[in-house]
């Protein structure tokens, strides 16, 4: 499979802390590929940097065959590498339908086209026929009309997969998408990775510390302690690494 995320060299320093010292990873198309590691190793700094919050110290970006060192979010974004945060940012007096569509772009955004309600009424109806279908797939088809609010923890992480989804993401990178849910819900989660993988073809990047639920769903890990990547390989090649353990036993 072809490498659709590429970084090579990247280093990330603030101050006198090298939060990321020359880390290089490839994410295969159509894999779910984790980065593990213990709080503060420096994965979510890496995402930052790879998603355009961040600029590098040094090293490159590549993501589909182009560099996107440096490059904004917002472009980022558009060109189908899509991220979500450890804390779930939606609309939150909106329903999780409209944050579904808010994500989606309609012509009848255009302040010129907007006049012309013929020119852009059945892109949206098409939209909102778009919007429940993802809702169904992540299992949120039946709360389509709660205010983001009134969701749980697990809904709304699943709710920012929806987000991804409907932004028409290429690659979806979750940062934390366990954090702060109910250990119930935390299989539920990486099962719907797994089967939107599967059926829909997706690539995933997940970051994420807690190694003994989402190894089992990954196909391929990076551990990474101190800003550097210490393992890579199959789930349990990576996790019966003594580095590893070491890190997360001492």
Request: charged share 25%.
């Amino acid at each position: 499979m072809k490498e659709l995320l590429l970084t090579k060299g990247i280093v990330k320093a603030f101050g006198g802390l090298v939060a990321v010292n020359n880390v290089s990873i490839a994410v295969r198309e159509g894999m779910v590929t984790l980065l593990i590691g213990p709080n503060g190793s420096g994965k979510t700094t890496l995402l930052n940097v790879c998603t355009g919050v961040l600029k590098p110290d040094a090293g490159r970006v590549i993501f589909k065959g182009r560099d996107i060192t440096n490059w904004p979010s917002h472009r980022i974004y558009e060109l189908g590498f899509v991220r979500t945060f450890q804390i779930p940012l939606p609309f939150h007096t909106q329903t999780a339908l409209d944050n579904v569509l808010a994500a989606m772009r309609s012509p009848g955004e255009h302040p010129l086209r907007a006049l012309l309600r013929g020119t852009w009424e059945r892109k949206e109806e098409e939209n909102v026929k778009r919007a429940f279908e993802i809702l169904r797939k992540v299992g949120l088809d039946d709360h389509w009309d709660r205010p983001a609010y009134a969701l749980g923890g697990a809904q709304l992480k699943l709710l920012e997969l929806a987000r991804a989804l409907a932004a028409g993401a290429k690659l979806i990178a979750l940062d934390e998408p366990i954090g702060g849910v109910d250990p119930a819900f935390a299989d539920e989660i990486f099962s719907y990775v797994r089967r939107l993988k599967d059926a829909e073809g997706l690539t995933f990047f997940v970051i994420e510390h807690r190694i003994d639920v989402a190894a089992p769903y990954a196909d391929y890990v990076y551990a990474m302690d101190r800003g550097r990547i210490i393992s890579e390989g199959k789930s349990d090649e990576v996790l019966n690494d003594p580095k590893v353990i070491e890190v997360y036993i001492g």
